[in-house]
């Protein structure tokens, strides 16, 4: 969109690489022991398989933020059990109705893998809300400075992400923390990050949730870093893409050139891809609640497992 303002109000590189893709310091491992005395709380919705973590810290941000952690149906029942999980971005919009950016309008997550998980669509998975911090949202969603608008912190809140967020939640959830069943996703800004990140640790993510992606960001630079990562990248991440055709013209223009460039560079439709234009979709809550669901069912399928009966025929 070359600077010019997106539908939506936002909320207000490579040479960190290897050190992101390094193991984590002792000083590391002893930042993310201290975060073990966060408080458990349930949200105000009273949900108790929604746990809200306050304040968690971060040695690379300045600013503190909120957790929140969905826990399928059962995970209390089945003490052994790990589970796939899923970062989300603006995780004060995914939940709770007191918390979002618009009263009362959430992604309703715990709603839609609730209904998802018991239709057996989807395989049942953890899912991380981190909250952003306001004021500093765009800083840290974007992956390169913006000569006009500033930004270009992503990079720091990758090393958050990787180095001290997702070990804490391997710590203190039966996550299963391999990349086959390790996802994140946004919406927004939220999307364009979700996408830097998720080819940035190609190696971390296997499953990449992009909504409304804001690909017009510093003259849509992100289009470049995807052909730049994408020869890199020897296993790609399986992406769900989508944009409501409500949006904007511009908005869906690039969404599209996104789409595209992906296939250009070795995404496949329907096995590592899904491209989806949405019938009267808009760039908002409302609009990406309903996206959910299908969007879970496409990164996260439930494995059915067909055993052979002793009168099968032989193959």
């Not at 990758?158 to 001290?164: I, K, N, P, Q, V």
């Amino acid at each position: 969109m070359n600077g010019s303002q997106s539908n939506r109000s936002e909320q207000n590189n490579a040479e960190l690489r290897h050190a992101a893709a390094a193991q984590p310091t002792q000083q590391l491992r002893e930042a993310v022991q201290s975060h073990a005395s966060s408080l458990w709380e349930t949200t105000s919705t009273g949900h108790p398989r929604l746990h809200v973590h306050r304040r968690f810290h971060s040695s690379f941000l300045p600013d503190d933020r909120d957790l929140v952690v969905y826990l399928p149906p059962g995970y209390d029942e089945h003490p052994t059990r790990r589970y796939p999980v899923l970062y989300l971005h603006d995780g004060q919009n995914l939940f709770d109705p007191e918390t979002a950016f618009i009263a009362g309008r959430t992604w309703r997550v715990r709603e839609a893998a609730d209904a998802a998980i018991a239709a057996g669509e989807v395989e049942p998975l953890v899912i991380v809300g981190i909250h952003n911090t306001g004021e500093r949202r765009l800083a840290e969603y974007t992956p390169t400075a913006d000569w006009r608008m500033g930004g270009g912190e992503a990079a720091s809140y990758g090393l958050l992400l990787t180095h001290e967020l997702m070990p804490w939640i391997a710590q203190n959830y039966r996550i299963t923390a391999d990349r086959a069943q390790t996802g994140l996703g946004g919406s927004s800004l939220g999307g364009l990050v979700s996408l830097y990140l998720g080819l940035e640790y190609a190696h971390l993510f296997g499953h990449l949730a992009i909504l409304s992606p804001s690909v017009w960001w510093n003259r849509r630079s992100i289009l470049a870093f995807v052909h730049q990562r994408a020869a890199e990248i020897e296993h790609k991440p399986r992406i769900w893409l989508d944009v409501g055709d409500s949006e904007g013209r511009m908005t869906l223009r690039d969404a599209e050139s996104l789409a595209r460039r992906l296939r250009s560079d070795g995404w496949r439709d329907g096995q590592t891809l899904h491209f989806e234009r949405i019938h009267g979709g808009t760039h908002d809550e409302a609009s990406w609640s309903h996206r959910v669901r299908p969007m879970l069912r496409f990164l996260f399928p439930q494995e059915v497992e067909i055993q052979a009966s002793d009168d099968s025929p032989a193959r």
